[in-house]
C-alpha cells in the first residue's frame, strides 16, 4: 500500500503511451512592449494530450482517498506545462488542475522557472515510450465528497513529477 507523505495530499497519476504521431504539441510565443506597460515578454508551453487516470492508483488510497478516485475515475487530463508569461493564465498561477464532475477531461497546469526545462520534457517526448505525470493535490479526499454536478473546480498541487520510461 502506497502511503501519502503527508496526510492532506491526494495524489493522482495519468499516463500515456508516447509516439511520433501523437497531437502534443510546443508552442513558442514573444510579445513587445506595449503602451500599457507590459514589458518585453517572452512564453512557451508544451501541451501533452490525452493522458489516461492510472485507476490502480484509487486500489493503493483505497481507505484514504475514495472520494477523488472515484471522481478522476474514466477522466482523462491535458498537461500544459508553461513558461514565460502566459497571457491565458494567471500570472499567480503555479501549478494547479481543473475539472468538473461532468467534465471528461482535466487540465493541469505547471509553471516551470527554466526554459531548459521545458525543452528537455519537450525533447524526452519524442520518440515511442510512456509518459507518467503524478500530482500530489493541496487538500483531503473529503474535498472530492460534495461536488455539484454542473460546477468547475480547482485545486493546488503540492508536488508535480513526470517521468519516461522506455
Known amino acids: 500500500m502506497i502511503k501519502h507523505m503527508y496526510p492532506q495530499h491526494v495524489v493522482a497519476i495519468f499516463g500515456k503511451e508516447l509516439s511520433a504521431n501523437s497531437n502534443d504539441g510546443m508552442t513558442f510565443e514573444t510579445r513587445l512592449a506595449d503602451q500599457w506597460g507590459n514589458d518585453d515578454a517572452v512564453s512557451a508551453h508544451l501541451e501533452i494530450c490525452d493522458l489516461i487516470f492510472d485507476e490502480s492508483v484509487g486500489e493503493n488510497f483505497e481507505s484514504q482517498q475514495t472520494n477523488a478516485s472515484k471522481l478522476l475515475a474514466g477522466k ?3 498537461l500544459i506545462i508553461a513558461y514565460g508569461l502566459v497571457d491565458w493564465a494567471s500570472k499567480k498561477a503555479r501549478q494547479d488542475i481543473s475539472f468538473s464532475k461532468k467534465g471528461e477531461e ?3 497546469f505547471w509553471k516551470v522557472e527554466e526554459l531548459e526545462f521545458l525543452n528537455g520534457i519537450a525533447n524526452a517526448m519524442k520518440g ?9 493535490m493541496f487538500c483531503d479526499d473529503t474535498y472530492f465528497d460534495d461536488f455539484e454536478e454542473n460546477s468547475s473546480y480547482s485545486v493546488n498541487l503540492y508536488k508535480i513529477s513526470i517521468n519516461f520510461s522506455k
Do not use: E, N, Y
Not at 128 to 136: E, P, R
Open 76 to 78: 482523462k487530463a491535458k
Open 106 to 108: 482535466a487540465f493541469i
Open 128 to 136: 515511442d515510450g510512456k509518459v507518467w505525470v503524478k500530482i500530489d
